[in-house]
């Protein structure tokens, strides 16, 4: 998206904000991205990368998303738990 500076009032410069038109960066269909009832299940990274949820090929549209906080963590707690 190309950001361009304003136009000059007296000594002072406005700020301007133009946006080109929009295209399409991913095909999410084409990627077997997973959607919700709220739409695709995506996100992008600050580094511009995409997180996402993709369907195995035939597989159908997750209904719970189970999300494991600090997992290095828990994984260590489990294998101390099964003398691993």
């Known amino acids: ?6 136009a000059t009032i007296g000594r002072y410069k ?3 904000l133009r946006a080109s038109a929009p295209t399409e960066v991913w095909d ?11 739409g695709s ?9 995409m997180l ?3 369907r195995a090929e035939g597989e159908e549209n ?3 998303v189970d999300v494991v906080l600090n997992f ?11 003398g691993k």
């Open 41 to 49: 299940i995506i996100d992008i990274l600050p580094d511009g990368r």
């Open 14 to 16: 406005a700020p301007q």
């Open 52 to 54: 996402a949820v993709q």
């Open 62 to 64: 997750p209904v719970q």
């Open 72 to 82: 290095p963590e828990e994984l260590k707690q489990r294998m101390r738990a099964a």
């Open 1 to 6: 998206m190309p950001i361009t500076a304003g």
């Open 28 to 38: 999410l269909g084409a990627l077997r991205i997973a959607r919700s009832a709220l």
